[in-house]
Each structure stands twice: as structure tokens, then as C-alpha cells.
């Protein structure tokens, strides 16, 4: 197949787009920026409609990633990228003939706020989601599935915690507040939660491009994680640990966490940067969000093929290459006898 990816110039796109062309398909990304990838590009803004019918041009199947991914931005900012975003890439796509469209969405569209222990994937709900991204990212994927049709195959694939070498929205945030002494736990980092590997999420992308046509898997939402489940205080610990830093070891109470976050969160909307702290990362940091993972792997006949043990060693391999243009990163080697298995979230 062709198979046209937007938003490739990001990690998990930038996976996925390899993982489809060593599949034998023909890749064509679309995203704003040069992607570096070897593959046929196209460059510009997800709502160029000119640009999009000309990326367009015989695909068969689309990957859709580009999305505004943030903690800060205004709702109208969201909505014009993440709503109407994907509005113009699935019309433009039936227009083309496309015939498989797969929405990479986001376990958030259907967190409420509740812990979620070995759940499935929820229907998505804008009226619950919580924040900007979530609420827009939940109103996009019931677009998405809602021209689900013969002919149009659409599958909404929710990736968790996607994280690895070079991972710039996980990965570098922790590592980014470590270094300058910020990074702590709320309530211990009890909390378990999913993460994926890269290789994974993106490998399960690939799956639900090849069988989006199934009866099985066309019109449905799956989450995907490496299905073992960590509490905060291993994840971040093995993390911190893989760039040869100490890991946290500060506590802070939820509700003290979140009341900061949302006083943070008010005196941040005049600012230009990230917040240290929010309401709503409080929250995610203080809750159980890990899920059943065996409908997701009977229904797209996949699994995962790198372990949390393995991520985690590869994580540290490529800390200890980078590590001489990492200021503040020392590598010690491994400090733990009990790398983490697993991956989700």
C-alpha cells in the first residue's frame, strides 16, 4: 500500500513511518518541518487543504499523528489542530479514496479522573476528559470513528506513555526537572501505571494499518501499552537512573500537589513556557491508569516486542553515547539488580 503518515517529523511518527516501509509498503510523510526521513515528503500545516490533497495523491491508508501535544495552549488553539485538523485529513482522505484511516488518539479522551485498574478502551467522552488535549483529542477520535463505513476503514489507536532514546515529551521532561532538582513524587509514587516503548507503539500502529479492515478491528478505539504495569516511583527511578542520575525522593502530598498545580496553572496563562506543575499532572501522577492489553492484542494479532527490562537497557546505552553533550549527566553505569520488565501508559 501507500500509506501517507502526518505528523512525522515526531518520535512515535518517525517509528512508525520505518515500520511501515519495512513492511514492504511506500511511505509518504506530511509535517510542517523537513522530517529527515528517507521516504517521500511533503511539507506544511495540517490545515493547508492544498498541501493535504497533494500529500494525498494514491494513498491507500493513512497514519494520523500530527496533533497539538501540550500542557498549556488556549482551547482554541487545540480545537484548530486537533478537531478541525483531522476534519480536513478525513475528508481529504475519502476525497483521495483512501481506504484505511487510523487516528492515533490517546487513553485521556475516556480518563475522568477515577483510577482505571485493567480497564479496556472506554468510550471516548469530551464532557469528562480533562484539559484541553483530552477533551479535543476525544472529539476528534469520535469524528474519526463516526465515518467508519464500507469502503473507509477507521480504527482509533490510543498509544500510552510512549517513551525511549531521544523521547523529548517523557523522556526529556523528567530528565529536564531531575538535573535542576525538581523532580519529585505525590503520595510516594504509589500509583501504577502503563507506559509503551516506542518500538511497540509504533509497531502496533503498522498492525492496525494491515488489518483496519477486519470486522474485528474497524470502528473500535484500542489502547496499547507494554502491558506491565509500574508505579511512578519505579518508572521514574529506572528513568532518572538510565541518564546517571539519582531518581526522586521527595514526597509531596496529593492534595497539596494538585492545589499548587492549579495556582500554577492560573499564573502561567500570561507565560510563554511550560509549567513546573499542573492540576491535571498532579492527578495523572497520583493515579492507577493500567489496562487489559489482551482484547488489543487478539483483535490487531499483535504484541510487544521489546520488555520494560530491555527499553530501559537500551534507554541507558543511548545516555551513555550522548552523555558527553548532556551537561549535568555523569553516567555511573546501572544502580539497580531489578530493571523493570515492562512498559504502558
Known amino acids: 500500500m501507500r500509506v501517507l503518515v502526518t505528523g ?4 512515535l511518527g518517525a517509528a512508525t513511518a520505518h515500520g511501515i516501509a519495512n513492511r514492504g509498503h511506500q511511505v509518504v510523510v506530511f509535517q510542517r518541518r523537513a522530517s ?3 521516504f517521500d515528503e511533503v511539507r506544511g500545516d495540517i490545515l493547508d487543504v492544498d498541501a493535504l490533497t497533494h500529500a494525498l495523491v494514491g494513498a491507500e491508508a493513512v ?3 500530527a496533533a497539538k501535544v501540550s500542557i498549556t495552549g488556549t482551547m482554541a488553539d487545540f480545537e484548530r489542530v486537533n478537531v478541525e485538523g483531522t476534519r480536513l485529513v478525513l475528508q481529504g482522505a475519502r476525497a483521495a479514496g483512501v481506504k484505511r484511516f487510523v487516528y492515533v488518539s490517546s487513553p485521556s479522551v475516556a480518563h475522568t479522573g477515577a483510577p ?3 480497564a479496556g478502551a472506554a468510550t471516548a467522552s469530551p464532557q469528562e476528559a480533562r484539559g484541553p488535549y483530552a477533551i479535543t483529542k476525544a472529539q476528534a477520535e469520535l469524528l474519526a470513528l463516526g465515518e467508519d463505513r464500507p469502503g473507509f476503514s477507521v480504527v482509533a489507536i ?3 506513555l510512549v517513551w525511549g532514546p531521544g523521547d523529548e515529551q517523557l523522556i526529556g521532561r523528567i530528565i529536564t526537572r531531575a538535573r535542576a532538582g525538581r523532580l519529585f513524587l505525590i503520595d510516594h509514587g504509589h500509583a501504577l501505571i502503563d507506559t509503551t516503548y516506542i518500538d511497540n507503539a509504533a509497531s502496533a500502529l503498522v498492525a492496525a494499518v494491515e488489518r483496519a479492515a477486519e470486522p474485528s478491528v474497524h470502528g473500535r478505539a484500542f489502547v496499547v501499552t507494554n502491558g506491565q504495569p509500574r508505579t511512578v516511583a519505579e518508572l521514574l527511578t529506572q ?3 538510565a541518564a546517571g542520575l539519582p531518581g526522586p525522593t521527595r514526597s509531596v502530598p496529593f492534595a497539596a500537589a494538585y492545589g499548587a498545580g492549579r495556582v500554577v496553572e492560573r499564573i502561567w496563562r500570561v507565560r510563554e513556557s511550560e509549567p513546573p506543575l499542573t492540576g491535571f499532572l498532579a492527578e495523572q501522577l497520583a493515579t492507577a491508569h493500567w489496562f487489559d492489553q489482551r482484547e488489543t492484542r487478539l483483535a490487531l494479532a499483535w504484541a510487544p516486542a521489546v520488555s520494560l527490562s530491555e527499553g530501559f537497557a537500551r534507554l541507558s546505552r543511548w545516555y551513555q ?5 548532556l551537561p549535568g549527566v555523569i553516567w555511573a553505569g546501572p544502580t539497580s539488580s531489578h530493571p523493570m520488565p515492562g512498559s504502558a501508559h
Open 8 to 11: 512525522a517529523s515526531g518520535l
Open 36 to 38: 529527515g526521513l528517507p
Open 63 to 65: 497514519v494520523h499523528l
Open 116 to 118: 482505571i485498574v485493567g
Open 158 to 160: 490510543r498509544p500510552h
Open 239 to 241: 528513568i532518572t537512573r
Open 321 to 325: 553515547l550522548q552523555g558527553c553533550d
